[in-house]
């Protein structure tokens, strides 16, 4: 009767033991996806805090571009106003982030074309590291949305696995949104000399 009794205690203790590891797993797992949105947000604001400097660059050499200008300023405007909170990392709330920030990348697309009609602008120097540092930027930006994927792939695959699916529901995590191409990026650009 005793042995039967330390049987159960012991995988009960064990039970216990495995709860405990795999909470702790899943924890770290959310915390690894967090701390890469929080890389993704931080290389765009680093864009985000470049464009002001690149459109008063810009201004003084094409001031009849103001529409463009304005709408660069606008989409600023725009994609810094739209955040996601770590918590609700949805593919839902990922895809306004990223279509805010896809009509800021597209409004600077037409900003650098803009900056191609004017010779002394092309050779100023602030432009030209500004460019620099935006086209660094966008990289870095690539990098970290594919470290963000890679780590919520690593968070969703440990939630759907058996057993930790189980304590991940008895726990409440919940799967993450990946970031995505955006619409239209299917299609080649039509390139024309």
Same mark, same amino acid.
């Given at each position: 009767?005793?042995?039967?009794?330390?049987?159960?205690?012991?995988?009960?203790?064990?039970?216990?033991?495995?709860?405990?590891?795999?909470?702790?797993?899943?924890?770290?797992?959310?915390?690894?996806?967090?701390?890469?949105?929080?890389?993704?947000?931080?290389?765009?604001?680093?864009?985000?805090?470049?464009?002001?400097?690149?459109?008063?660059? %810009?201004?003084?050499?094409?001031?009849?571009?103001?529409?463009?200008?304005?709408?660069?300023?606008?989409?600023?405007?725009?994609?810094?106003?739209?955040?996601?909170?770590?918590?609700?990392?949805?593919?839902?709330?990922?895809?306004?982030?990223?279509?805010?920030?896809?009509?800021?990348?597209?409004?600077?697309?037409?900003?650098?074309?803009?900056?191609?009609?004017?010779?002394?602008?092309?050779?100023?120097?602030?432009?030209?590291?500004?460019?620099?540092?935006?086209?660094?930027?966008?990289?870095?930006?690539? %990098?970290?949305?594919?470290?963000?994927?890679?780590?919520?792939?690593?968070?969703?695959?440990?939630?759907?696995?058996?057993?930790?699916?189980?304590?991940?529901?008895?726990?409440?995590?919940?799967?993450?949104?990946?970031?995505?191409?955006?619409?239209?990026?299917?299609?080649?650009? %039509?390139?024309?000399?």
């Amino acid at each position: 009767m005793k042995k039967g009794w330390i049987v159960i205690i012991v995988i009960l203790a064990l039970l216990a033991l495995w709860g405990v590891t795999s909470y702790n797993g899943f924890v770290n797992k959310e915390e690894t996806v967090k701390q890469a949105w929080a890389q993704v947000e931080n290389q765009y604001q680093r864009r985000a805090d470049l464009i002001p400097n690149l459109v008063n660059t %810009v201004k003084g050499y094409a001031e009849h571009e103001s529409s463009t200008l304005e709408g660069v300023i606008a989409a600023r405007a725009r994609a810094t106003q739209v955040t996601v909170d770590p918590n609700n990392l949805t593919p839902e709330a990922i895809a306004q982030f990223n279509s805010a920030q896809g009509e800021l990348s597209s409004a600077l697309g037409r900003l650098l074309a803009v900056a191609e009609s004017y010779p002394d602008l092309k050779a100023n120097q602030n432009f030209l590291e500004l460019q620099a540092q935006l086209e660094g930027t966008e990289n870095r930006i690539t %990098v970290e949305r594919q470290r963000f994927n890679e780590s919520v792939q690593t968070f969703n695959t440990s939630l759907r696995r058996f057993p930790g699916n189980i304590f991940a529901g008895l726990f409440g995590f919940t799967a993450r949104g990946y970031f995505e191409a955006a619409e239209g990026a299917e299609v080649a650009p %039509v390139v024309q000399f």
